[in-house]
């Protein structure tokens, strides 16, 4: 079973939330992948015992232009507009190219070869006696999705997997959640709040992926977000009010269920009741648009 816990902007309490569901699982039966890799915070939480790290790299064009005609072929089929093909010099942007290869594919004097060009790095441990896998994108690097994709290649599909996915709706979060049987997203009672709530339930519900919510913060705004879930049927699954204590402890990097039972059993609550939405199918949407094909 895979479950995202995801939101449709940050600082909505989304790592805390993803937190403390792991810290709720039997750690052999788990695997938490930390797929927020432009800022990657979990392991602030879970402290894990990192054993390997390894560099994720994407293959960008080299040109040979001894080879090269100037034919401006690999521009035309860049569908990025990372190439720049001049008179006597073909100009590469690095940071738009997504590495799709199709520029080596069609360049009729094959005067291009394929090098790679490290985008971030993927670390992978323990915490807690789960496994823990991240990601770290590189400063000032644009091109998360095909780190995050590295990071779900490690996915073992024997355990329970959970994903802390980028907040909002553009390419990051959508490669985070995707593939996924549950996306619970954590929002605030708050008019922005359902603005970006909205955004991401039509995000999920081209995906055909069943989602539920978590009003985080729950007695700061009004009932809005209840009204919205209501007419949309997204079951609301949990609340957690605004409290002091827990802010601390935020701010301490320390999770809530090891410091109180009673927020201990409301998260395996919560477990259990997306287990068994899941399993039961009960929220199951039809794929629409041009994801379903
Ligand atoms: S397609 Fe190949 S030959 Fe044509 S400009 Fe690009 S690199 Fe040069
Ligand atoms: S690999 Fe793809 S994105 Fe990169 S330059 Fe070539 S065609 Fe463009």
């Known amino acids: ?76 089929v860049c569908a990025f507009n990372a190439l720049i093909v001049l008179k006597e010099n073909v100009m590469l942007f690095s940071e738009l190219c997504h590495g799709c290869g199709s520029c080596a594919y069609f360049c009729p004097e094959k005067a291009i070869t394929e090098v790679p060009r490290g985008i971030g790095t993927l670390e992978k441990g323990t915490a807690y006696g789960f496994d823990f896998i ?58 922005f709040g359902l ?22 913060r729950a007695d700061i705004g009004d009932d809005r977000v209840e009204e919205y879930c209501r007419r949309e049927n997204v079951p609301v699954l949990m609340h957690i009010p605004f409290d002091r204590k827990l802010a601390e402890l935020y701010a301490r990097g320390e999770s809530i269920v090891l410091h109180s039972d009673r927020w201990r059993s409301m998260f395996e609550d919560l477990w259990e009741h997306i287990s068994e939405l899941v399993d039961s199918g009960k929220f199951k949407v039809e794929q629409k648009g041009e994801e379903a094909r």
């Not at 890799?37 to 790299?57: C, G, M, Q, R, Y």
């Not at 779900?152 to 329970?160: A, L």
């Not at 995906?207 to 978590?214: A, K, N, R």
Request: proline share 8%; charged share 20%.
């Open 195 to 216: 603005n970006d709530l909205d955004l991401a339930v039509q995000m999920l519900k081209k995906l055909g992926i069943p989602s539920g919510v978590l009003i985080n």
């Open 1 to 76: 079973m895979k479950i995202a816990v995801a939101s449709g902007k940050g600082g909505t309490g989304k790592t805390t939330v993803a937190v403390n569901l792991a810290l709720v699982q039997d750690g052999d039966k788990l695997q938490f992948l930390d797929c927020d890799v432009e800022e990657p915070n979990a392991h602030i939480f879970l402290k894990p015992d990192f054993a390997n790290e390894e560099t994720v790299s994407i293959p960008v064009p080299e040109v040979d232009e001894e080879k090269c005609s100037f034919c401006g072929r690999c521009a035309e």
């Open 134 to 191: 991240h990601g770290n994108l590189n400063p000032g690097e644009a091109m998360s999705p095909p780190l995050i994709d590295a990071v779900k290649n490690k996915i073992n599909s024997r355990k329970f997997v959970l994903i802390d996915a980028p907040p909002g709706t553009s390419c990051p979060a959508v490669t985070a959640v995707k593939g996924s049987d549950f996306c619970l997203l954590v929002t605030e009672p708050t008019p």
